[in-house]
């Protein structure tokens, strides 16, 4: 699928899911990768945490929720496609990954 592809169109998934690729997107990856379950993570408690992180992404023409969507998606090809993740990456270092995709820009300004 266009997830798991450098094919992915991040305005599509804005697009899709109502203004909210960011929270989408990375509760799938949480899902797909299978650390939910390797963490025990409660799958509502993810879904509020990826909503508020969202939510702190400023409506700034770079900066904002789709790109760090399309972030975290290029980091979720990058693990599982690239090769990283199978022979280097750990689970916890995959989900720190993640994360930092998930709020590399929160609440960014948009001026630099």
Request: charged share 15%.
């Amino acid at each position: 699928a266009a997830t798991s592809s450098f094919q992915f169109d991040a305005w599509e998934l804005d697009a899709a899911s109502h203004g909210h690729p960011l929270s989408t997107l990375g509760y799938w990856v949480m899902h797909e990768s299978g650390l939910i379950t390797r963490f025990g993570i409660s799958g509502r408690t993810l879904a509020r945490f990826m909503r508020a992180a969202e939510a702190g992404y400023q409506d700034n023409p770079y900066h904002n929720k789709t790109h760090a969507a399309d972030v975290l998606q290029s980091v979720h090809v990058l693990l599982t496609h690239g090769g990283v993740a199978p022979g280097y990456a750990t689970p916890f270092t995959q989900l720190c990954c993640y994360l930092a995709a998930v709020m590399h820009d929160y609440d960014h300004r948009g001026v630099t």
